[in-house]
């Protein structure tokens, strides 16, 4: 879930009066300079749950637009994933590095709860469990603390990592990394978990990142190449594992990748879900959607309202192997992007679950 940047590109892309959301909370307090969006998309399968971002975004516009999409996101996860919950986000506009304060999350709290549990929140970019237990003095619909399940990173990168591992599998009859080149762009928390990974099954490492220091760490721990960002589109490699910025595959990079599978922890990583899925389709490029595999973190925080054992939750994680093939099964068979076959079996759900509430 964490990642460098903020997910938006293109205002122009997101039909706002389409996407279905039930509330959008516009949250300002003066005194404690907190400013916040807070979407809940669907509440049809249960509690809207996704976590808060915090982020310089350069308008409000950009901010809106990131919560609407993202929110939407953690409905179709939520719902693919089998979990009773709905799909929601927050998102805080300011400087996660400098702007933070007990008051402002403790108001945040407050605006959470003001939607009487139809919303749960939990950490994201720019937050950590720490900011969450500020949240939690003031509303009792928040997840991701400390002294429980805390951060989710390590379960999001074991299922991009079961993700990924089912990819290589429907595209090459294996699902062995060993000495498969794979371009981690990213290495905030999840990234950094995912290297661990494809360090241990003998992978290839290429990483690129923005933040030096992060990458002169990772340097030292692990075996593995560095590329600029600006190089990456145009790198020779196996998989390309987009684990920091969304919309990263667009009409720019699509034509450049080299790549023969997209697994990665980001979210929201096509620009335009319905083209570039079908680009990528009618390309060859296998795309793991990525609201499945990197559903980890969503069901980390699933576990720690419902009390279930890290043992059953890593389990829930590994499920996410099976779950990628039936849809790269799906998306062959009925000659469909994976994007839209991931899309049509979690809106059945919903749908079920619609019709079973009526």
């Given at each position: 879930m964490k990642k460098n940047q903020s997910e938006h590109r293109n205002s122009n892309a997101i039909d706002f009066f389409n996407m279905n959301h039930e509330k959008i909370l516009f949250c300002q307090d003066q005194k404690s300079g907190l400013k916040a969006i807070i979407a809940v998309h669907n509440t049809v399968c249960g509690p809207a749950l996704g976590?808060?971002?915090?982020?310089?975004?350069?308008?409000?516009?950009?901010?809106?637009?990131?919560?609407?999409?993202?929110?939407?996101g953690m409905t179709y996860k939520n719902a693919i994933s089998g979990l009773n919950l709905g799909g929601g986000k927050a998102v805080i506009i300011g400087d996660s590095h400098s702007q933070k304060s007990p008051e402002l999350f403790m108001k945040f709290g407050e605006f959470v709860d003001s939607l009487s549990g139809s919303y749960i929140t939990a950490e994201d970019?720019?937050?950590?469990?720490?900011?969450?237990?500020?949240?939690?003095?003031?509303?009792?619909?928040?997840?991701?603390?400390?002294?429980?399940?805390?951060?989710p990173s390590p379960i999001t990168a074991y299922g991009v990592y079961m993700g990924m591992k089912a990819a290589l599998k429907f595209k090459n009859g294996t699902e062995s990394l060993n000495g498969k080149k794979v371009l981690v762009q990213g290495i905030g928390h999840v990234g950094l978990y995912l290297v661990d990974y494809l360090n241990k099954e003998g992978a290839e490492i290429i990483i690129s990142d923005i933040n030096k220091s992060a990458i002169e760490n990772v340097v030292k721990k692990y075996n593995c190449s560095v590329i600029k960002p600006n190089d990456i589109y145009t790198a020779e490699m196996d998989v390309y594992a987009p684990c920091a910025l969304g919309a990263t595959v667009n009409n720019e990079t699509i034509d450049k990748l080299k790549c023969s599978i997209i697994a990665g922890a980001a979210n929201n990583q096509l620009l335009d879900e319905?083209?570039?899925?079908?680009?990528?389709?009618?390309?060859?490029?296998?795309?793991?959607?990525?609201?499945?595999?990197?559903?980890?973190?969503?069901?980390?925080?699933?576990?720690?309202?419902h009390g279930i054992s890290d043992k059953k939750v890593m389990e829930m994680a590994g499920n996410i192997y099976q779950t990628t093939l039936d849809i790269l099964n799906k998306s062959q068979d009925e000659n469909i992007s994976t994007s839209l076959a991931a899309n049509r079996i979690a809106e059945k759900r919903i749908k079920e679950e619609s019709l079973k509430s009526k």
């Amino acid at each position: 879930m964490k990642k460098n940047q903020s997910e938006h590109r293109n205002s122009n892309a997101i039909d706002f009066f389409n996407m279905n959301h039930e509330k959008i909370l516009f949250c300002q307090d003066q005194k404690s300079g907190l400013k916040a969006i807070i979407a809940v998309h669907n509440t049809v399968c249960g509690p809207a749950l996704g976590g808060t971002r915090m982020w310089s975004y350069k308008s409000d516009q950009d901010a809106l637009v990131d919560v609407m999409r993202l929110s939407r996101g953690m409905t179709y996860k939520n719902a693919i994933s089998g979990l009773n919950l709905g799909g929601g986000k927050a998102v805080i506009i300011g400087d996660s590095h400098s702007q933070k304060s007990p008051e402002l999350f403790m108001k945040f709290g407050e605006f959470v709860d003001s939607l009487s549990g139809s919303y749960i929140t939990a950490e994201d970019v720019g937050i950590n469990p720490d900011d969450m237990l500020q949240v939690s003095k003031t509303t009792r619909h928040v997840t991701g603390l400390p002294g429980k399940k805390g951060d989710p990173s390590p379960i999001t990168a074991y299922g991009v990592y079961m993700g990924m591992k089912a990819a290589l599998k429907f595209k090459n009859g294996t699902e062995s990394l060993n000495g498969k080149k794979v371009l981690v762009q990213g290495i905030g928390h999840v990234g950094l978990y995912l290297v661990d990974y494809l360090n241990k099954e003998g992978a290839e490492i290429i990483i690129s990142d923005i933040n030096k220091s992060a990458i002169e760490n990772v340097v030292k721990k692990y075996n593995c190449s560095v590329i600029k960002p600006n190089d990456i589109y145009t790198a020779e490699m196996d998989v390309y594992a987009p684990c920091a910025l969304g919309a990263t595959v667009n009409n720019e990079t699509i034509d450049k990748l080299k790549c023969s599978i997209i697994a990665g922890a980001a979210n929201n990583q096509l620009l335009d879900e319905k083209q570039h899925g079908q680009q990528l389709f009618d390309k060859g490029i296998v795309y793991a959607p990525d609201y499945l595999i990197n559903a980890g973190g969503v069901m980390n925080c699933y576990a720690e309202i419902h009390g279930i054992s890290d043992k059953k939750v890593m389990e829930m994680a590994g499920n996410i192997y099976q779950t990628t093939l039936d849809i790269l099964n799906k998306s062959q068979d009925e000659n469909i992007s994976t994007s839209l076959a991931a899309n049509r079996i979690a809106e059945k759900r919903i749908k079920e679950e619609s019709l079973k509430s009526k």
